[in-house]
């Protein structure tokens, strides 16, 4: 790989954990905007964008685009499904504690590896990180006095949690 390929792959890299990192503040400061009028604009804005590509890059570009159609239908279900809950999630709990849950999926990435095919056994090491992690989730989700400060909206936490699991 030559130089100038490896700079513009590490400048897309950058650009893709920003945007990642911005979601959650884009998110809440869309708070005005229904959730599914906000997946259809990022998708509406993602498809606008890879049109775009295709026209500066022409044929050569589609040519990368052939997968299997069960993939396409998987990868298009799992980004729509993740960003719907995504976008609900911070609407009916607060945006920190909605944020707090949807980002347990490394701690599921522990635990449910092991029940992959050629994944190894999950040892007690495994389960004490993956106990402690969801321990300081919870501890988060206290307040001072040691109790939940707020009436529970089940549907919003249930939203967040999809993502984890998406």
């Known amino acids: 790989m030559t130089r100038q390929r490896q700079a513009q792959a590490t400048a897309i890299k950058l650009l893709a954990i920003g945007l990642w990192s911005g979601l959650a503040l884009s998110t809440v400061a869309a708070a005005g905007i229904p959730p599914f ?7 509406g804005v993602a498809f ?3 049109m775009i ?3 500066v890059q022409g044929r050569r570009a589609l040519s990368r685009l052939r997968q299997p ?4 239908v998987l990868a298009f279900l799992a980004i729509f499904l993740y960003h719907a809950l995504y976008f609900y999630a911070p609407s009916a709990v607060p945006a920190a504690q909605a944020n707090l849950v949807a980002y347990l999926w490394p701690l599921l990435i522990v635990l449910f590896s092991a029940l992959a095919p050629g994944g190894g056994r999950l040892r007690l090491r495994h389960l004490a990180g993956a106990a402690l992690g969801l321990a300081g989730a919870v501890l ?3 307040d001072e006095d040691g109790a ?3 009436t529970v909206n089940g549907i919003g936490y249930l939203a967040a949690l999809g993502c984890a699991l998406i």
């Open 37 to 43: 009028q906000l997946l259809a604009l990022s998708f």
């Open 48 to 50: 606008a964008s890879g």
């Open 69 to 72: 159609r069960d993939a396409w």
């Open 53 to 55: 590509a295709l026209v």
């Open 140 to 142: 988060l989700f206290l």
């Open 148 to 150: 939940s400060g707020r």
